[in-house]
């Protein structure tokens, strides 16, 4: 496998389950990321791990919650979530941590709250 | 106000147009100013890469920045089908932001 693969691709969830999404990269980068895209409104940072340490939490609730075992894993466990955290859920990565550079992305998790 | 600007569309073009799709932004701190083309069910990917202010060309498309007007301009010439996707336009310093894309559809 080549890139970043995210699994699910897509994910129906009840308010009161928990579930994770998980992100693996194949490009030797050090630095991963969680984005929210949600329709006609830019990409949200969500949180960014550089060497599996966790850099930037940008006042994501806390029914979200980043794991990064290693610099080639990602994980964003969900639990107790709203019908208004559906959308995609996009994990990318990038050579380095400050987030100027090139980021290469999955293709998402799609993520629906009933 | 918000920091990145950019109109979601959506658009649509005949096949062969000259295509302009623009970013407006308020930090007069941003040097990287960059393209991504995202099609239906996939992931961003970075189409174009420009610092601070000037012109890039890489085939069919021209990025340009001016950082006086805070300002930048994806044009794409002979617009093909294959073109029709959502063009994000991101910008930082220290970091990244992202205006929120044009969806673009080039019609045969």
Redesign the interface.
């Known amino acids: 496998e080549t890139g970043?693969t995210q699994t699910p691709r897509h994910l129906v969830m009840g308010m009161t389950n928990k579930k994770s999404l998980k992100c693996e990269q194949h490009l030797g980068h050090n630095a991963m990321y969680w984005y929210k895209q949600s329709a006609?409104?830019?990409?949200e940072?969500m949180f960014v791990y550089n060497f599996k340490e966790q850099t930037?939490n940008n006042s994501v609730p806390s029914r979200f919650s980043p794991e990064c075992p290693n610099s080639s894993h990602l994980f964003l466990h969900l639990h107790t979530l709203q019908p208004e955290d559906s959308a995609l859920y996009?994990c990318?990565s990038s050579q380095e941590s400050?987030?100027?550079g090139?980021?290469?992305?999955?293709?998402?998790s799609r993520l629906t709250v009933l | 106000q918000?920091e990145?600007e950019?109109d979601?569309g959506p658009l649509s073009v005949p096949e062969g147009a000259i295509v302009s799709l623009n970013c407006t932004y308020s930090n007069s701190a941003f040097q990287?100013f960059?393209w991504?083309r995202q099609y239906s069910?996939?992931?961003?990917?970075?189409l174009m890469?420009t610092y601070s202010s000037g012109n890039k060309e890489d085939g069919r498309f021209t990025a340009q920045v001016d950082k006086s007007s805070k300002y930048i301009s994806l044009f794409i010439r002979d617009s093909q089908p294959s073109d029709s996707a959502t063009y994000?336009c991101?910008m930082?310093?220290?970091?990244?932001?992202?205006?929120?894309?044009t969806r673009l559809t080039v019609k045969p």
């Open positions: 970043v006609k409104k830019p990409l940072l930037e996009l990318a400050r987030n100027t090139e980021l290469f992305f999955g293709e998402g | 918000k990145v950019q979601p990287y960059m991504y069910r996939k992931g961003p990917e970075l890469y994000l991101a930082g310093f220290n970091d990244m932001r992202f205006g929120a894309g």
